[in-house]
């Protein structure tokens, strides 16, 4: 294997990933505005949005610490780091066996940690109550995330998630019941970590109903821009290791470039689908109470505890 | 149709079955159970029909057709229209909520599943995978039926269970004799409409569907 290929197609992923996430909030956002009947807005407004807010001064309270300071940095490198440890494009890349999806998890536990304590940080009213819900959620929604993990590394007998993209792409054809369940249970959690519309609305600021928009509150400019720019990073590690879990083929392997362009499409076509998938749900519901959200994380739990029993039913 | 391939899909339907056990299980709406109740049917006689296919057992097809025509046709239609002219379309309630009812749910399917997994391993079908999924459900559904206070829900329980037992026969020995299979199907439907006049007296006495009022029974 060239090492140096290696590492190239290493960068390069992290980028694509980074660079490629406020796209993909564009197309759900033009994809809600179809579905919604609105005109819709350029697919490149998040970049105009993120460049705007880059050029203005940031207003900082009195009393915020350094913590509140350095958090935006925290989590856009959490985020990043995920980035290039989800396999997108190839397998087998030189920093895959850097985590495994325990880690994983843990990362995003750690982006959690450090939102919600700038949050705590400043001492506003929305803060606290932001970081209250968002803690809430995440306690719900982390363990049904982690039996979704599992249920998939049970059936490729791994917990890297190189392996298991391996042995899932790879293998003969299979209906899974087990990972049926497992996909269902996953994209709950994703409706519910990344603040969609079901349990929290990405659009709005009102104050009875916001989770995660009442955390950054009191951020502006940069930090801001950091922060969304993250948020929109985090829809989109989200997104590749569903389709890593589930729908993991057409990727390429390192040591064959050959298969990196239709890697490429493959790619593509799915985020499509799924951004439009993602526009479909959030246009169908309304947006749930506060107190419905346990409900739905724990059917969330449900289901993948369920896809994890199914599997050893099939076993005997 | 190769066995390899019709066992993954009565996999999946087993799958399903039990999927719509649990939504019947949080479900709040009475309407939408009905719909589950149908749903439910529907992969029960999906189910049956691959296993009569794939197994040539010709009396299953008869089965399949019984429980399209009874279970994903007839009783939903008359629980709909019994519902409409009770004026019942209140939210259900339960006797404890819903995350802690899933929990309980879950405990049930890993007993049930262990509780199945010596009987499957004497059974020859190909299908024994999935009979501690046909126990999981016909669990979950007494679980309903203990948790819902109102008479509706308890029946639609009631319909779910007997789903379950069809497929427990159909995965464990393909299906029962016809006769049984028959005997069954009129029960239900019978069954059904006592408990749509049930229902009628039941209001006409307590102007209610809550069941807890016949307890008051005892103590006049």
């Not at chain 1, 509150?217 to 389709?243: D, N």
Request: charged share 10%; with cysteine.
């Amino acid at each position: 294997m060239n090492q140096a290929a290696g590492i190239s197609l290493q960068i390069l992923q992290s980028m694509i990933v980074v660079l490629a996430a406020p796209l993909l909030i564009g197309w759900v956002n033009i994809c809600r505005a179809w579905l919604q009947n609105r005109s819709a807005p350029s697919i490149f407004l998040p970049y105009y949005t993120l460049g705007k807010l880059f050029h203005k001064d940031a207003v900082i309270a009195c009393k915020a610490s350094a913590l509140f300071r350095t958090t935006p940095y925290i989590l856009f490198g959490c985020m990043w780091l995920a980035a290039g440890i989800v396999p997108s494009l190839a397998i087998n890349l030189p920093f895959a066996p850097a985590a495994d999806i325990i880690a994983l998890v843990g990362i995003f536990a750690l982006a959690r940690m450090f939102s919600a304590l700038a949050a705590l940080d400043i001492g506003t009213a929305f803060g606290g109550l932001g970081a209250r819900r968002e803690m809430l959620i995440g306690f719900l929604a982390e363990p049904a995330m982690l039996m979704t993990l599992f249920t998939a590394a049970f059936i490729s007998g791994s917990t890297s998630l190189d392996t298991i993209v391996a042995s899932l792409a790879h293998r003969e054809f299979a209906i899974h019941p087990s990972l049926a369940f497992a996909g269902v249970a996953f994209f709950m959690v994703l409706l519910a970590e990344n603040g969609r519309i079901p349990v929290d609305n990405p659009a709005t600021h009102l104050e009875l109903t916001m989770i995660h928009e009442a955390m950054i509150l009191e951020y502006s400019a940069r930090h801001l821009a950091l922060i969304e720019w993250a948020q929109a990073t985090k829809l989109f590690v989200y997104m590749i290791i569903g389709f890593a879990l589930f729908i993991p083929w057409g990727i390429a392997d390192v040591a064959d470039l050959s298969g990196l362009p239709l890697a490429c499409a493959a790619l593509l076509a799915k985020l499509a689908v799924a951004g439009l998938f993602l526009a479909l749900i959030e246009t169908l519901l309304a947006k749930f109470r506060l107190f419905i959200a346990p409900e739905f994380l724990s059917s969330a739990f449900m289901l993948a505890v369920l896809g994890m029993l199914t599997y050893f039913l099939s076993l005997t | 149709m190769n066995v390899s391939f019709s066992s993954q899909m009565v996999n999946l339907l087993a799958a399903l079955l039990l999927l719509i056990a649990f939504a019947m299980l949080s479900q709040r709406r009475v309407l939408s159970l009905i719909k589950l109740l149908a749903w439910q049917g529907a992969a029960l006689a999906a189910a049956t029909f691959i296993v009569a296919w794939s197994t040539g057992q010709q009396h299953l097809y008869l089965s399949v057709t019984l429980t399209v025509l009874l279970k994903v046709i007839l009783i939903p239609w008359l629980l709909h229209r019994l519902i409409d002219k009770l004026n019942v379309r209140w939210d259900v309630e339960t006797l404890i909520n819903i995350p802690a009812m899933m929990l309980v749910g879950i405990g049930l399917v890993i007993f049930a599943f262990s509780l199945a997994t010596p009987i499957s391993q004497m059974a020859g079908a190909f299908t024994r995978s999935t009979l501690g999924i046909a126990l999981a459900s016909i669990l979950l559904a007494f679980l309903m039926m203990i948790v819902r206070r109102k008479a509706v829900p308890q029946v639609i329980g009631f319909l779910a269970m007997e789903n379950g037992l069809l497929f427990a026969a159909t995965s464990a020995t393909y299906g029962m004799p016809l006769v049984v299979e028959l005997g069954i199907a009129l029960d239900v439907l019978v069954g059904t409409l006592i408990f749509g006049i049930f229902f009628f007296h039941l209001r006409e006495a307590f102007d209610s569907l809550d069941i807890r009022h016949m307890e008051k029974l005892k103590q006049d």
